[in-house]
């Protein structure tokens, strides 16, 4: 599991949503002052989604 910090950019609007894809859950969308995003699962933490490509490699693999 990899976890991703937020030390580089400035984080400007933080919002807990309901996970419709995955059917059940919450995530958590975050998004940063450079107009990106990350989102996470509220459960494990995990990075579940981002606008970054360097982020991409770490989210997980649809099958």
């Not at 949503?17 to 059917?23: P, S, V």
């Not at 995530?27 to 990075?47: A, I, M």
């Not at 982020?55 to 649809?62: F, R, S, T, V």
Request: hydrophobic share 25%; aromatic share 14%.
């Amino acid at each position: 599991m990899i976890f991703i910090t937020d030390d580089d950019k400035e984080i400007i609007s933080e919002e807990i949503k309901f996970n419709y894809q995955e059917g059940s859950g919450y995530y958590r969308h975050v998004t940063y002052s450079d107009g990106g995003f990350r989102q996470f699962d509220k459960e494990t933490g995990e990075l579940i989604g981002s606008s970054y490509a360097s982020d991409q490699e770490n989210l997980p693999k649809m099958e």
